[in-house]
């Protein structure tokens, strides 16, 4: 049984900074990758950012510039590192794992993050 637990949500003010953990219960390497979500109150959930095995990366156009996803395969972690962080950031993260045949998706079960103005 996969388990992710987040780590590292919380309340800041706007312009800060926060990092998020995401542990695996498992080898990172058998996911073909890991990603971020983010889902505010009365919201559909989005994805944030993604990593994958090779390390390779995407972003939302939100939080380009902004945000910067890793991982550090020794530990069976990613890390979600967040900057100048906006009100509208607020929202649970939640971290993603997705089989390397891309059938199955296993998930955290969230960190709240909320930026005060």
């Known amino acids: 049984q996969v388990q992710l637990v987040e780590f590292g949500g919380g309340l800041v003010q706007a312009g800060g900074s926060l990092r998020l953990s995401c542990a695996a219960s498992?080898?990172?390497?058998?996911?073909?990758?890991m990603s971020w979500y983010r889902q505010a109150p009365g919201k559909q959930r989005e994805l944030v950012a993604f990593?994958?095995?090779?390390?390779?990366?995407r972003y939302a156009d939100s939080v380009k510039g902004r945000v910067t996803i890793s991982r550090d395969n020794a530990k069976n972690t990613v890390y979600l590192q967040m900057n100048s962080l906006k009100p509208e950031d607020t929202a649970v993260y939640y971290c993603?794992?997705?089989?390397?045949?891309?059938?199955?998706?296993?998930w955290g079960q969230g960190t709240q993050v909320t930026v005060s103005s």
């Open positions: 990593i994958t095995l090779t390390s390779s990366t």
């Open positions: 993603n794992a997705r089989s390397l045949s891309g059938h199955t998706d296993y």
């Open positions: 498992t080898n990172i390497f058998n996911f073909n990758t």
